[in-house]
């Protein structure tokens, strides 16, 4: 009577202990809201974008859950950010994106996004904690309140083109990596960072600093984006000779002259001076001494 009692007792208390000590499985990190979509789908194929990352790929879109890089092809890439806008990747250039990790948990991480080359186009609405891009030489904040409208593009030798555009500007804070200090892009402003220095500002920028337009048939209305590494050079055109040229040249008669023909004296000719032994002798060169080592060496002399 007591074994009976005690399996029974065994059997109905195992079944809880496992419940309690066994871990349900964990959700997907995949379950968290995505920071960036990736159109993948493109007629050209030169156009399409390339990502890479902690990402999934469903219905021809690139979906980046925590971190991820986009590169762009020969067009400018739209990237969208859930609840918040889009962020357009200029042709031939690559970003890398994130989530803030420093950020509390249950508010929105801010972006943070990084590039060395070519242009990027920033239009979303920002939110209590600021998004940054990072440069080989700048650190650019982009802070609240306000929608961005925050154009930024990489030339040569450094130069950094930041345009803080729109009617709700955002705070923008330029710091310097390398030398310290900072610059703030006032509301409606286009800066230059000249040699990527904070010394060297041109507070009132006559070029653009986004993305090229996309350029028509035969036409090349901006110039800018091939001197900056934003769209590719054209091929030149294969030099075809000109058959017309040879042609065109006047051939000269062939005129005869008797005279010319007719018998000459014989001129006396004049012994050559005596060359000393040094002259005519020439002087052996590099590749001679080298020849004549290894037929010393293999016994040929």
Request: aromatic share 4%; hydrophobic share 40%; charged share 15%.
């Amino acid at each position: 009577m007591r074994i009976c009692l005690l399996l029974s007792a065994t059997l109905l208390i195992t079944p809880a202990l496992q419940a309690q000590t066994v871990p349900e499985p964990k959700t997907a990190v995949t379950d968290a809201a995505p920071i960036a979509i990736v159109s993948l789908d493109s007629k050209n194929p030169d156009a399409a974008a390339s990502v890479t990352g902690a990402l999934e790929v469903s219905q021809g879109k690139a979906i980046i859950v925590a971190s991820g890089t986009i590169t762009s092809g020969a067009e400018t890439t739209e990237v969208v950010l859930p609840h918040r806008g889009v962020l357009r990747v200029c042709a031939s250039t690559t970003v890398k994106l994130a989530a803030d990790s420093s950020v509390p948990a249950g508010e929105t991480p801010g972006l943070m996004m990084a590039m060395d080359h070519g242009a990027i186009e920033a239009s979303f609405a920002t939110g209590r904690n600021s998004d940054i891009l990072l440069t080989p030489d700048f650190r650019i904040l982009i802070g609240a309140p306000g929608a961005a409208e925050v154009k930024v593009r990489l030339g040569q030798h450094g130069d950094t083109c930041v345009d803080n555009a729109g009617i709700n500007a955002p705070y923008v804070l330029v710091t310097s990596i390398f030398e310290g200090g900072d610059y703030r892009v006032q509301p409606g402003q286009r800066v230059m960072f000249q040699h990527g220095s904070l010394h060297e500002v041109v507070d009132n920028e006559k070029e653009p600093c986004g993305c090229p337009p996309p350029p028509h048939p035969g036409t090349n209305e901006f110039p800018l984006a091939q001197s900056e590494g934003l769209a590719p050079l054209p091929k030149p055109a294969p030099i075809v000779p000109s058959q017309s040229s040879s042609s065109s040249q006047p051939v000269e008669p062939f005129v005869y002259k008797a005279t010319d023909h007719a018998a000459q004296p014989a001129v006396e000719a004049t012994p050559a001076a005596p060359q000393p032994p040094s002259a005519a002798k020439k002087k052996p060169g590099f590749f001679t001494k080298v020849g004549r080592f290894f037929r010393r060496v293999f016994g040929a002399e």
